[in-house]
């Protein structure tokens, strides 16, 4: 394929959602158009409290369930620079948003560098709106390496070497995060190998 056919395949994103985002004077970040509060989260379990945080922000139409989720579950919570931990649903929404972004850019999927910051405003919006949610791993693991510098020890991930044309092991947790939660492993199609799994 040749570098201009490949340059016209690349994506446009359109801004829908942010579209108010764009004024005379530049590009207003979709999180800064949210309004913010802090909150508290105590989630308790048969033997007691299991978590707490106080002081965390999220945006104040979030309910205190969404904020208990977010906090307990896809804050980062070590490595974390000045506060240790993901302290706000705005570090977290930034976090993914970007590195999906620069996951794009670095494999040459948008048209050009506007329509790659759409992309990653696009998601911002959708995710504080509560109109998109990610599957776990991509809150647990997705640009913990940008966003923090946190690689990690090597956990089984594949990647794809474009050079080589192979996949190969990837060389930490983080590059190339574990981003997807359900595996599906063959099994071949015969009755008696079903039946020794079973």
Known sequence: MSTATAAAKRLQIPRIFTASCVTSDGVVDPLDQVQWKQFDST??????????????TAPASWSQLAVDIAAA???RKAGVAKTGHETSVRQLIERVA???RLAGERQE??????????FEDEIKYLLVTQRMAFNSPVWFNL????????VGE???????NPTTGATVPAPDAYTFPQVSACFILSIKDDLMDIARHV
């Open 98 to 100: 970007r590195a999906a």
């Open 154 to 160: 090597p956990a089984g991930n594949w990647c794809w």
């Open 73 to 75: 579950k896809y804050f």
């Open 43 to 56: 989630i308790k379990g048969v033997e007691g409290v299991v978590f707490q945080m106080s002081g965390i």
């Open 109 to 118: 999927y948008f048209a050009t560098p506007v329509d790659a910051a759409a």
């Open 143 to 150: 640009g913990l390496k940008e966003a923090y510098g946190i």
